[in-house]
């Protein structure tokens, strides 16, 4: 088994190297979240073990890259982070499981052993919630038969939201799903993106599939004429 330890810490990449290496896994070593996508990229591994706290990317934009353009290699996330949320934000990304830090080395192995058994797996590039259908591979959406177009920032919303259907999320939420870091908590974006998938996805069509709960969020739900 071949792996890519993604890790900024000198001392835990060392020790997790010599430890995976008596066992017989070989670990190519990564201390920057750039220097972890080139490579993730570039070379085939069975797991990439990968850390949420690096010095240049963050581990989940890290994941997204990687995911970008490769679907199927397995991704098992190192985190400090023991909030549902982040966790949450991990497999969002990407990733097809976690462990939080600190962990028994004898767990970490197991994971990667499973991991590696269940080999590469391809995730479905189409998402469907009732008769509204996304195409990841070429960014398409279509209610029923019509095609319906969205910007960028609208698709990214509607991708978080159509993988959890019937979910109330919230914008804080929303925010770290479909754009991580690239907005301010408190930035407006996820009402403005809403209102202009309302008025593309639903009220063309009769529908009410994006809901507002109050005080909570927002949901997106299938909803038949």
């Known amino acids: 088994m071949r792996i890519l330890l993604v890790e900024d810490q000198p001392k835990l990449?060392?020790?997790?190297?010599?430890?995976?290496?008596?066992?017989?896994?070989?670990?190519?070593?990564?201390a920057t979240g750039l220097d972890g996508v080139w490579l993730a990229t570039e070379h085939p591994y069975d797991v990439v073990v990968l850390d949420v706290m690096l010095p240049d990317v963050d581990g989940l934009e890290v994941?997204?890259?990687?995911?970008?353009?490769?679907?199927?290699?397995?991704?098992?996330m190192l985190t400090a982070l023991n909030a549902v949320p982040d966790r949450v934000a991990g497999l969002g990304a990407g990733a097809d499981d976690y462990?939080?830090?600190?962990?028994?080395?004898?767990?970490?192995?197991?994971?990667?052993r499973a991991l590696a058994r269940r080999g590469v797996v391809r995730r479905s590039d189409e998402l469907a919630v009732g008769d509204?259908?996304?195409?990841?591979?070429?960014?398409?959406?279509?209610r029923g038969t019509t095609e319906v177009t969205l910007t960028a920032q609208e698709f990214a919303?509607?991708?978080?939201?159509?993988?959890?259907?019937?979910?109330?999320?919230?914008?804080e939420r929303l925010l770290h799903l479909a754009w991580d870091v690239a907005y301010?908590?408190?930035s407006n974006v996820v009402d403005v993106c809403v209102k202009g998938l309302r008025d593309r996805i639903d009220r063309p069509f009769g529908r009410r599939s994006?809901?507002?709960?109050?005080?909570?969020g927002y949901r997106l739900i299938e909803d038949v004429p």
């Open 184 to 186: 301010q908590p408190r």
């Open 63 to 76: 994941c997204r890259r990687i995911r970008a353009v490769d679907d199927g290699t397995p991704i098992l």
């Open 157 to 171: 919303l509607l991708e978080a939201m159509a993988r959890r259907p019937g979910e109330v999320l919230s914008r």
């Open 13 to 30: 990449a060392r020790l997790l190297r010599k430890g995976l290496l008596e066992e017989g896994v070989s670990a190519d070593l990564a």
């Open 210 to 216: 994006l809901q507002t709960v109050r005080g909570l």
């Open 99 to 112: 462990l939080v830090k600190p962990f028994a080395f004898d767990e970490l192995l197991a994971r990667l």
């Open 132 to 142: 509204l259908r996304l195409d990841l591979t070429g960014h398409l959406v279509h």
